[in-house]
C-alpha cells in the first residue's frame, strides 16, 4: 500500500516539476501580456503583464471559479 502511495506523490511531483519548468520557460522568453485585462478593460499590474497574463487577478480569479463549477 505504501509502494502505491509512493508512486503517486512520485508522479505528483514530477507532474508539477514540469508544470514549473514550462512556467519559467515562458518568463524567461520576457513575454509580454496585455496592457489592458481582456475581460474588464482595467490596467493590468506590471508585474502580470510581464509575465505574459491577459487577464487582472480578480478576472483571473472569477475565471477559475467559474471553470471549477464545470470541472468533471
Excluded: T, W
Aim: proline share 3%; aromatic share 4%.
Amino acid at each position: 500500500m505504501a509502494d502505491d502511495i509512493d508512486l503517486a506523490n512520485d508522479l505528483v511531483d514530477r507532474e508539477v516539476s514540469l508544470a514549473l519548468n514550462k512556467m519559467r520557460q515562458h518568463a524567461d522568453q520576457n513575454k509580454k501580456g496585455s496592457k489592458y485585462c481582456i475581460e474588464c478593460g482595467d490596467n493590468m499590474p506590471a508585474g502580470r503583464m510581464k509575465l505574459g497574463f491577459n487577464l487582472c487577478v480578480p478576472c483571473a480569479e472569477e475565471a477559475e471559479r467559474k471553470k471549477s463549477l464545470f470541472a468533471d
